[in-house]
C-alpha cells in the first residue's frame, strides 16, 4: 500500500496575518507559483500557502530569456485567472519591471490594477532601499506588500548574470539592511532568492515578518519553487535549487506519443469512445 502523504494543515484562508502567526509558531510557508486557473486550482486543492503569479511567466508560458518584458495587462489578466481559483491559498501578483520603479504614483496605480482587477490580495516587488519608500506609500494605501532580495530577476540586465548573490560580506550586509529596511517599511514577507544557506538563516532572523527562499537554504520561514521546475515541466535550465517532485513533460510527451501512434493506427477512438 502507498504511504499516505502528510495532509495541509487545517488552517483556513491564508492571510498576511496567518503568514506572520506561522513564522512565530516556526510553521513552514510553503508557496509555489500559478498563472493560469487549472494550474491555481490544483495548488490550492493541495494546501500550498501561497500562490505567486510571478513574472517567471515570461520564461515559463510566453517563451522569454528574462523576466524584463512582462507588461502590466499580461500580469493582470493572468492574476484574474488565478485568484478566482484560490479558496484559501493568500494570492499574491507579482509587480512587472517599471511598474513600480518611475515613481510612487505609478506604483501605486500599478498595485491598485493588481488588486483591483487582477482581484489579488497582495502584490510582490524587487529591491531594498530603493523602494523602501514606495513600500511604506502601498501599504499606507492598503496594499501588503512582499518584498524581493538576493538574486532579482528584473535587474538581470545590471547583474549580467543568474549566479547567486549575497557572496560578499558588503552584500550580505546590504541584504540583511534591505530585509530590516523592507520590515519596517510595513512588507508582510520577502522572497529571498539564490543566496548562501548561512545568509538565508541571518535574514530569517534579523527580521519578524516571514522571509520564503528560493535557493537561499533551509533554515528560512518558507520555501518557494516555479511550479514548472518542480513538476518537471520546464526544462530549457534548472538551477541547483530545484528539486523535481514529478516528470511531468516527460509523462506529456510520451502520452502525445501514445495519442499520435494510436490514431495513426485507427487505434483511437475505440466503440466506446464512439456514439
Ligand atoms: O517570478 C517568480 O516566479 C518569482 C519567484 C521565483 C519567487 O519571483
Known amino acids: 500500500m502507498a504511504a499516505a502523504r502528510p495532509q495541509p494543515p487545517p488552517r483556513t484562508k491564508i492571510t498576511t496575518a496567518a503568514l506572520r502567526e ?58 484574474e485567472l488565478v485568484a478566482r ?57 492598503g496594499i501588503p506588500v512582499m518584498g524581493h532580495l538576493g538574486l532579482t ?48 538563516r541571518k535574514v530569517a532572523k534579523a527580521v519578524t515578518i516571514p522571509v520564503i527562499g528560493i535557493g537561499a537554504g533551509p533554515h528560512v520561514d518558507g520555501q518557494i519553487l516555479v511550479t514548472a521546475d518542480m513538476l518537471g515541466l520546464f526544462s530549457k535550465f534548472r538551477p541547483r535549487f530545484v528539486r523535481r517532485y514529478a516528470e511531468l513533460g516527460k509523462a506529456i510527451d510520451s502520452a502525445l506519443r501514445a495519442f499520435g501512434a494510436d490514431v495513426r493506427q485507427g487505434a483511437f477512438p475505440g466503440p466506446d469512445e464512439s456514439y
Open 153 to 200: 530577476p528584473q535587474s538581470i540586465h545590471q547583474f549580467g548574470s543568474y549566479k547567486a548573490r549575497g557572496i560578499d560580506p558588503a552584500e550580505q550586509r546590504r541584504i540583511v539592511a534591505d530585509a530590516k529596511g523592507l520590515e519596517q517599511a510595513g512588507a508582510f514577507a520577502l522572497v529571498l532568492e539564490k543566496v548562501p544557506a548561512a545568509l538565508g
Open 85 to 141: 481559483a484560490c479558496k484559501r491559498a493568500l494570492v499574491v501578483g507579482d509587480l512587472p519591471f517599471l511598474s513600480y520603479q518611475v515613481s510612487t504614483e505609478d506604483a501605486l496605480r500599478s498595485a491598485g490594477r493588481l488588486l483591483k482587477e487582477g482581484l489579488v490580495e497582495a502584490v510582490k516587488l524587487e529591491g531594498g532601499a530603493p523602494v523602501l519608500a514606495t513600500v511604506a506609500r502601498l501599504v499606507e494605501a
Open 22 to 79: 506561522m513564522k512565530q509558531q516556526r510553521e513552514r510557508i510553503v508557496a509555489l507559483t500559478a498563472y493560469d486557473h487549472l494550474f491555481a486550482g490544483l495548488l490550492d486543492q493541495a494546501g500550498i500557502d501561497v500562490v505567486l503569479v510571478g513574472d517567471s511567466m515570461a520564461m515559463v508560458v510566453q517563451g522569454r530569456d528574462t523576466t524584463v518584458s512582462v507588461t502590466m495587462d499580461q500580469t493582470v489578466y493572468h492574476c
